[in-house]
């Protein structure tokens, strides 16, 4: 009878913390179909269900299947731990269905060359644009706001921005994107990853975006320092920086498919915004290679705007109309006088089937030659020695 007492007990303990917590279970390690699941897709097949809002550390079990099924958000100082080796699946239901991780929580996804981390799509047939992506919000400085403002993410509008340039939001190693860029309209879409004013306490480096319907990697913005990063199959542009973006990118690698646009759209500040704080993106690119379809194809390489600073090392491209094209006036979008000055600038590169190495499209009157040095020297960056294993095409 004492038994079955305190069994009672238990189970309407149980009852009762189910029924009145709103927040998510954080530490799950069942494979049952309830928990969690918020009412969307199939729930028979044995996975657990993430979405909402988490108040406390989230922590993957390696041995348990997981579906983000709506925006799972991890909200300031809570981190989500995903394994090495974890292939965490998104519904297919485009925009809504996103992973975000916001100012002052973290993400810990370290995974390894043969245990990579892939967060992907659970269509039978997946296609570009099945869910959303994976998205950072840190607080280092974006100039489209000043002082300690933010500013607000097109998905999921979460704050972000401020003046910690040092800050963490994590680390990511190893991880790889598939299918994503789902659109909410037609001027907020998704990307692969979205690195809203992130900072360079983040660790972000062997990240791969594949087969996404917007951008394959974004920055807004921030310090953060980004190194082999591969973009795939883009059918936006595959790797974009707005809003003040200062860090770098080291080794990277962008391959187009039959449906992308830039391999590069790099802007000064967001201009549907202002540029706030006056000042303008200013990374350093080493170690790139570009492959596109050909020089008939009338696509270029890497835009130049909005007033964009930045310096190119050591930069491979192949197949394009255009290798590099600079847009800009003589107002708020000075991208010419950053040639001028030596903050926008290239060195060593190597052009491989493409028309017209520089088009100027600035206020400014400058050679070939003031902008690009070393013509021929460039390797890019070796993606078949740091890509093997873990990337896919």
């Known amino acids: 009878m004492k038994n079955n007492l305190i069994l009672g007990l238990a189970i309407i303990t149980m009852l009762f913390s189910c029924t009145t917590d709103d ?5 799950i390690n069942d494979n049952s179909t309830v928990n969690n699941n918020s009412g969307g897709g199939d729930t028979n097949d044995d996975c657990i269900y993430l979405s909402g809002t988490y108040v406390e550390d989230l922590t993957l079990d390696a041995n348990n299947c997981y579906k983000v099924n709506g925006s799972l958000i991890m909200a300031e ?18 925009a809504n269905v996103y992973i975000a991780i916001s100012q002052g929580a973290q993400i810990i996804a370290n995974g ?75 001027q907020s879409e998704n990307n692969g990853f979205s690195f809203y004013g992130v900072g360079n306490g983040t660790t972000v480096e062997y990240i791969q975006a594949f087969e996404g319907k917007d951008d394959g990697i974004e920055f807004f913005g921030g310090t953060v320092n980004a190194s082999f990063i591969s973009v795939v199959n883009a059918q936006d542009d595959s790797i974009d920086w707005t809003e003040g973006y200062t860090g770098t990118i080291t ?25 706030a704080a006056g000042y303008f993106s200013k990374p350093t690119v080493t170690n790139l290679t570009i ?7 009338g696509n ?61 499209d600035t206020a400014e009157t400058f050679t070939e030659a003031e902008f690009i040095s070393g013509n021929g020297n460039g390797t890019g960056t070796d993606y078949a020695t740091w890509g093997a294993s873990w990337t896919v095409e």
């Open 251 to 275: 080794n990277a690698y962008v391959k187009h498919g039959a449906d992308h646009d830039k391999a590069i759209e790099a802007d000064g500040f967001n201009t549907d915004f202002s540029n």
């Open 77 to 94: 100082g809570t981190t989500l731990t995903i394994p090495a080796g974890m292939t965490l699946e998104a519904l297919a239901a485009g």
């Open 112 to 186: 390894t060359a043969s245990n990579p981390i892939v967060l992907t799509s659970d269509a039978a047939a997946p296609s570009a644009g099945d869910w959303g992506g994976l998205i950072l919000l840190g607080k280092a400085p974006i100039n489209s706001v000043t002082g300690t403002s933010t500013s607000t993410s097109e998905i999921a509008s979460l704050p972000f921005g401020g003046t910690d340039a040092a800050d963490n939001s994590g680390s990511l190693r190893y991880v790889r994107v598939e299918y994503s860029g789902g659109a909410a309209d037609g």
């Open 23 to 27: 927040t998510s279970d954080i530490v």
């Open 300 to 360: 270029e390489a890497i835009r130049l705007r909005a007033g964009t600073q930045g310096i190119f090392n050591n930069v491979s491209i192949e197949g394009f109309e255009e290798g590099f094209d600079l847009d800009g006036d003589a107002g708020d979008n000075p991208t010419g006088a950053g040639v001028l000055s030596g903050d926008l600038s290239v060195t060593d590169v190597t052009f491989t089937d493409v028309t017209l190495n520089m088009k100027n």
């Open 291 to 297: 492959i596109g379809l050909g020089s008939t194809t």
